[in-house]
């Protein structure tokens, strides 16, 4: 099994841009909550605004033999501890919440 050997790449602006893609929104309201699978493109529009904050709790459920994939961008969050591509995805600041390495 070569997953571990996987390399992401970013997808070019021009062509999100271009109509190739179906781009699906959601008008979201202050306390609503999106969740998606981890392997999913996805994004948000910047926030211009001085006043209002966007804030984001972001959580990682992976599992069992999960091993970190390499990307050419910098990664979210954007810490991973000890974590090298190709390592399980255990470390201290990722604990095993249930289950077995």
Not at 74 to 98: E, N, T
């Amino acid at each position: 099994n070569n997953n571990f050997n996987r390399v992401y790449r970013d997808v070019p602006v021009q062509e999100i841009d271009s109509g190739k893609y179906e781009i699906l929104s959601w008008g979201c309201q202050p306390g609503d909550a999106v969740a998606f699978h981890g392997k999913m493109l996805h994004g948000a529009a910047g926030n211009s605004s001085e006043t209002d904050h966007r804030r984001v709790l972001s959580v990682r459920w992976t599992g069992e033999g999960t091993v970190l994939a390499s990307r050419p961008w910098k990664v979210s969050p954007p810490f991973l501890g000890s974590l090298k591509p190709g390592d399980v995805f255990h470390d201290d600041i990722f604990p095993l919440v249930y289950g077995n390495i």
